[in-house]
């Protein structure tokens, strides 16, 4: 079992950028996820929330390969920058590997022909068949 929880110190926030190899990005928002049990560390966001969201990150920690973990993590920063009043976001992190393209898109991103990823937010957590039109 794990939990997902926003980071409030800047130096807690830089130490798990080190763990799950991120660049820190001190005036970003981020959230830590950690398994219950043991209090490792098992992933992290970081974004930021302006006219738009812009997520920077969603990382792994090394020797974690948990794809429904890391889609929770992604959709709990979706669903904050959203319950902010920000109803549009874009990936901005790594999106080299088959399998991170495989997980920004079902957290819900759709790749545009420029190849940018992005979610329109409006109705996303509340209309459930949004993506069924």
Request: glycine share 8%; proline share 2%.
């Amino acid at each position: 079992m794990f939990k997902i929880t926003p980071i409030q110190e800047k130096t807690r926030q830089k130490e798990i950028c080190e763990i799950c190899d991120a660049e820190f990005r001190p005036d970003a928002f981020a959230y830590q996820m950690y398994d219950i049990e043991s209090g490792e560390i098992m992933g992290m966001s970081q974004f930021e929330i302006g006219a738009c969201g812009y997520i920077y990150d969603i990382k792994e920690a090394p020797a974690r390969d948990d794809f429904e973990a890391m889609f929770i993590m992604g959709r709990a920063t979706l669903n904050f920058i959203d319950l902010c009043g920000v109803h549009y976001a874009f990936y901005k992190g790594e999106a080299e590997t088959e399998e991170k393209q495989r997980l920004i898109k079902a957290i819900g991103f759709k790749q545009t022909e420029s190849g940018t990823f992005e979610i329109d937010l409006n109705g996303f957590f509340t209309d459930h068949c949004h993506d069924k039109k």
